[in-house]
């Protein structure tokens, strides 16, 4: 009883995730709006997911998880991230702390700060909030990071291990993107997928995941046949694999780069990217790279901006965390 009951909760919060609306379009034929695929609520799901086993993983003994989030600078829109991974955090029960560096840290500092950390056995978790100043080497300071406490999944062997479809840590903003699909039902299976946008941290991993085999070891193949699209792709050419494309993710930053005529009636659209514009009165808003208001009335399903990817990307940092506490706990029993 207990097991049908849960079933009917889950099946009750999908659905409340997942709003479609009607609109009446030019020729006066009323037509289905895009199922809006709520990532905040679908978040909020997932951090009480994560409250229940970590409490059952302490109550077991272990000490709670751990995350240190090191930021240097003093750039308003990092601290803002940074604020949100560690109230998603202490929600869960993973014991975070900000670790605040000036400006003018030197690159060795950093490095012997997150060496240090390395060597906590009391640290499950590391990351380094981006970008860092511009004196240091982005790639050498992710590299520090000890791979089983890279949580952001940035380091070289987490990223090949990725790509040879091994188990590892994975880039949360690309595992939001996968969990997503997952929790929301979307067929992937054979499908043609479009990513635009090839970042080694968005991009790219998002479409190795979509074309990997389901049948590997990670468990996160999608099936998908991918086509990867970005800034140098002529435009008719975005244009066209878009409208054959039966998945769009976009993630380049470029606010309305993906609009209605690009995309294929009941495509599913994920929209990654994220920028702050100013409007003609001086008023500032989030958007993405669709436009939201346009492409919504013809495609299936569609993710907002903001309360779509971006909830869900802190969430799966949090899986991330506890994936590493897990793991740690395995090599130090071996």
Request: aromatic fraction near 4%; proline fraction near 4%.
């Amino acid at each position: 009883m207990r097991q049908i009951l849960c079933q009917y909760v889950f099946s009750s919060l999908l659905k409340s995730t997942m709003r479609s609306h009607t609109y009446i379009d030019s020729l006066g034929s009323a037509r289905m709006m895009a199922q809006v695929l709520d990532g905040k609520a679908l978040a909020k799901d997932v951090k009480d997911e994560l409250k229940t086993k970590i409490q059952n993983w302490v109550n077991l003994g272990h000490r709670a998880p751990s995350l240190r989030c090191i930021i240097v600078g003093d750039d308003p829109a990092s601290h803002t991230y940074v604020r949100n991974k560690i109230a998603a955090a202490k929600y869960v029960g993973i014991d975070a702390e900000t670790i605040k560096y000036d400006v003018n840290m030197s690159e060795v500092a950093l490095i012997e700060a997150i060496n240090a950390l390395n060597a906590d056995d009391e640290v499950d978790g590391i990351l380094v909030q981006l970008p860092v100043p511009q004196s240091m080497d982005e790639r050498k300071v992710c590299n520090t990071v000890a791979p089983e406490k890279d949580v952001d999944g940035f380091h070289i062997i987490n990223v090949g291990q990725l790509s040879l479809d091994m188990p590892t840590i994975v880039p949360a903003t690309a595992l939001a993107v996968i969990e997503m699909l997952k929790r929301f039902k979307i067929e992937t299976f054979g499908r043609d997928a479009v990513v635009v946008g090839r970042s080694k941290n968005v991009g790219m991993p998002i479409a190795m995941m979509l074309h990997s085999d389901k049948k590997h070891d990670s468990g996160l193949g999608m099936d998908a046949t991918v086509t990867i699209c970005h800034r140098y792709t002529p435009k008719e050419k975005l244009d066209f694999y878009c409208r054959n494309a039966d998945i769009i993710v976009t993630a380049t930053g470029i606010p309305s780069l993906i609009k209605a005529d690009m995309v294929k009636p009941g495509a599913t659209v994920i929209d990654v990217g994220i920028t702050r514009v100013t409007d003609e009165v001086g008023n500032t808003k989030l958007v993405g790279d669709v436009d939201y208001e346009e492409v919504k009335k013809i495609a299936g399903a569609i993710t907002p901006v903001p309360g779509g990817v971006g909830p869900m990307t802190v969430a799966m940092l949090m899986h991330n965390t506890f994936q590493a506490a897990q793991n740690l706990r395995d090599k130090n029993l071996q």
